[in-house]
């Protein structure tokens, strides 16, 4: 939405009279309706937001069943990347043979003991769901801040739209008096120098 509101305004400043009411009841149109899009998206990251919770117990287990099977590779890039391991932690896999190798902090396990060999004396104690949860609500508040951000700036630039509106017809009926006033001495005076001799 950002860059369409750019290339609206760019495309207002580079091909629009400002001074033809409709061009700039156009503009004005075409950024409220912006303004209401940015409005809805913030109000829905702002209602999802509240609405992420933890998955009920019932729908962990298929999810993890997938996790030990089918989505591994998914999973194991999940645990290397987000610092976590299962979905409720490292006890999730005591039922499997072993833990993988994702869940394993390599950093900190080869920092702390140099004599061992391909063990992992250290692993990732979160649950990959409090982690998937956390990011989630982070960036559905980014993006309500996001919106509420440019909801105000185009808020601030229909103001500044109405504003510079009402000078501009301001002026043109300024000028236009001054036109009749001109018209109308300049006939006074004609009208003057026909009658006198």
């Keep these: 939405m950002g860059l369409i509101t750019g290339l609206i305004a760019w495309c207002a400043w580079q091909f629009l009279d400002f001074t033809n009411r409709g061009q700039v009841v156009i503009f004005s149109v075409a950024l409220i309706i912006i303004t209401i899009v940015n409005t809805s998206a913030g109000i829905w990251a702002l209602v999802r ?5 933890v998955l009920p117990v019932a ?4 999810i993890f069943e997938r996790a030990v099977s ?4 998914r ?11 299962g979905i409720n932690g490292p006890g ?14 390599i950093v900190t396990s080869l920092a702390s003991s140099h004599d061992s060999k391909g063990v992992c004396t250290t692993m990732y104690a979160r649950g990959c769901q409090h982690v998937v949860i956390n990011r989630i609500k ?3 508040l980014h993006i ?4 509420l951000s440019t909801v105000l700036l185009q808020v601030c630039f229909i103001v500044c739209m109405t504003c510079y509106t009402r000078a501009s017809q301001e002026r043109m009926e300024r000028r236009k ?3 009749m006033s001109a018209r109308s001495s300049k006939e006074t005076g004609t009208n003057d120098n026909l009658l006198s001799p």
């Excluded at 937001?49 to 919770?53: A, S």
């Excluded at 999973?75 to 391991?85: E, F, G, T």
Aim: net charge negative; glycine share 0%; hydrophobic share 35%.
């Design 177 to 179: 008096d001054s036109i």
């Design 92 to 105: 999730d896999y005591q039922d499997q043979n072993a833990i993988p190798w994702s869940c394993c902090d």
């Design 49 to 53: 937001h509240e609405q992420v919770d």
């Design 70 to 73: 089918s989505d591994k590779a």
């Design 75 to 85: 999973w194991d890039q999940m645990h290397s990347k987000l610092h976590c391991c």
């Design 59 to 62: 729908q962990l287990e298929p």
């Design 144 to 147: 309500f801040l996001l919106a």
């Design 138 to 140: 982070s960036i559905l």
